[in-house]
């Protein structure tokens, strides 16, 4: 690796970019990727390995590269220290996400409720600059209160973040919609929240809930066809 291959990825890795180590073999030439001076075939396999996480040899035009993904790691904030997120948080930890409840009431966010995750007692904006969600971040809002969940979602929709999630009824998100468009989104940037969070499966108990968000998140970040969402309402808390 050529010093300034090296300096590249390290600043990439730095800024916590998602970026593939190209080599050819086996003579050993080597970029990274993507880039807007390669070919768009080489291109278009380092963003597969991206979003697949699995680096591996792969023969474009009759020639084989090893892609090595670098990817900054999965993570997930959870604005609300309710129910639903004690049964969230076991699922996306064991999927692969740093996850971080963030919720200002104490009683809520204890390491009694919460053992083995990270705790953030910040107001949801506060804790959402200082977190500073990128490509490989889902957000998901969970309190119903407006004070809680529409500063974490203004700072979502300004971010890079994969997933955002809201929980609520068609009528509770839509008043949010309204909300966030008089902070100035518009409607294409509020189009990226899923709400009703969570794939529609019939959820009612707090584990299932769960698992219907961390399917979601899963299936955006795979690129995975959503079914539309159907009935009146999401399950609450």
Known sequence: ??????????KARAAKQPIV???????????LLPDPAAPEAVN?????????????????????WFMHAY???????????????????????ACGYATTVVDPRRSFASDERFPDVEISTDWPDEAMDA???????????????PK???????????????????LGSRRTHAARLKRL?????????????????????EAVTAPEIGASIIAEIIAVR??????????PKSPTP
């Open 148 to 166: 809680l969940d529409d500063p974490a979602l203004d700072r979502a929709l300004k971010s890079d973040a994969f997933y955002i999630g809201a």
């Open 181 to 201: 468009a008089e902070l100035g989104h518009s409607e294409d940037s509020m189009a990226r929240i899923r709400g009703p969070v969570g794939l529609n499966i």
């Open 131 to 145: 977190f500073k969600p990128d490509s490989r971040t889902a957000v998901v809002t969970l309190t119903h209160d």
């Open 44 to 64: 278009e396999i380092a963003r597969k390995v991206l979003q697949s996480d699995v680096s591996g040899t792969h023969k474009i035009d009759g020639v084989d």
């Open 71 to 93: 990817n900054p790691p999965l993570r997930l904030v959870i604005v609300g220290a309710v129910h639903i997120a004690q049964a969230l948080v076991r699922f996306s930890t």
């Open 21 to 31: 180590l190209a080599t050819q073999l086996p003579g050993g030439e080597q970029r």
């Open 1 to 10: 690796m050529t010093p300034d291959i090296l300096a590249a990825l390290e």
């Open 222 to 231: 795979r690129g995975a066809p959503l079914p539309p969402k159907s009935g």
